[in-house]
């Protein structure tokens, strides 16, 4: 028989948190959430697709199957992460779930590096003008921004017990549905100036994303 | 069947079911399904087995806090601030899914909580052996009054600190003795949040105020 706690603290707290108790639905399981978002970021990419020029896309893409394998690693980490940070906002899943992203992460990472060094070998590709990579960094925040204030929003509704984790991990997803949405529109071979480019904006969202996010959801126990 | 309650005291958690005709069943809730059953039932807005259910987590949480190594006279208060993110985060509970790992994760995660705010207070705070000798007696007699008045500008100040949302809470539901109806409708904030909220601001105050000059 255990030491006999300060029952009376606890009865108390008991009752006002049971006094008035409203029914509440349980939430969709984490993959299901993970579709709903998802839903979002292809109405994003809709109406960039609006502006995309297809016949350009499918030309790049198919000449450079290292573009495709850069794309498909960013959806992949896009959807992964915020698939692992619905499943660890949820108490009682392992933590392991954050490594979920860390495969399609490395894709996505390594045929960017490979998509930059092919280009840099064929050696007639002049470096992108500065204010190219500016306007990308500018596209991939401003589509990441949106998408990971509704991804918090849907993860705060849940009982995030690591804040930081999980916000990182959204801002993993945010950075990757965006660079996905910026490839509609600029289906470019990369040179390194616009793989740097792509990197910092990608860093500055995560990084970004997991403070602002980590912040809110403290904030939001009390 | 028209409820639950729990004997948690005793070491295990007990529950029970109310019978229609007023009398309990009682049980041990050594099972994961008892708890369950608890928790669906809470989610429906059984308030009654709601409050079986987390006195019957006190035990559970207890233990859980302490292999986590919280020291024996902080245990009381993890255990409590379990209690308030079980309120918060019974929607994420899935019935379908066994409820003691949800459950112990929180105790686990709390009791870290806990762990780090006190390894982060050690290390900003020391003791001043000096100052508790210097600190003035209690007042008495015609220095009440004034004791009484420094006590609550001390209170006032410590409720200026607190966070906006627990701040809230006490102004509304404390000082103004405000329904949790109108604070709801003032607020924009449900009942179940204020009442979180009002909760960890008494807390909040008692520690401040224990530490202050007439404790």
Known sequence: ?222 | MSGAVAQPWSGVAWAGVVRADGGVQTRKMTEDAGFSALMAASQGGDARAYQALLRACVPVASATIRRQGVASDRVDDVVQEVLLTIHRARVTYDPARPFLPWLRAIAQRRAVDALRSYGRTSAREVADEDAYLNHPAAASGADEELGRSDQARLLAAAIATLPPGQREAVELLALRERSLEEAAGVTGRTKGALKVNLHRAIQALRERMSDGPDA
């Open chain 1, 1 to 222: 028989m255990g030491r006999m706690p300060d029952g009376a603290r606890y009865f108390a707290l008991i009752d006002q948190l049971a006094v008035g108790l409203q029914p509440v639905r349980p939430l969709a399981s984490p993959w299901r959430r993970t579709v709903v978002w998802c839903g979002a970021v292809v109405w994003v990419a809709g109406m960039f697709a609006l502006f995309a020029d297809f016949g350009a896309l499918g030309h790049r893409l198919a000449a450079a199957p290292d573009m495709w394998a850069s794309f498909a690693g960013a959806l992949l980490t896009s959807v992964c992460a915020a698939g692992a940070a619905f499943t660890t906002s949820v108490p009682g899943r392992s933590a392991w779930w954050a490594l979920l992203p860390v495969p399609p992460l490395l894709l996505w990472l390594g045929a960017s590096t490979a998509g930059c060094l092919r280009v840099q070998g064929i050696g007639w590709t002049a470096p992108e003008p500065p204010m190219h990579a500016m306007a990308c960094i500018y596209v991939i925040v401003m589509v990441a921004v949106p998408l990971a204030s509704l991804l918090m929003w849907q993860i705060m509704r849940a009982c995030p017990l690591r804040p930081a984790l999980t916000a990182t991990l959204a801002g993993l997803a945010s950075a990757g549905a965006a660079a996905v949405v910026l490839t509609l529109i600029h289906p470019f071979d990369a040179t390194y100036t616009d793989l740097l480019a792509h990197l910092a904006a990608v860093l500055v969202v995560v990084f970004g994303v997991s403070m602002a996010g980590a912040r809110a959801m403290r904030q939001g126990r009390d």
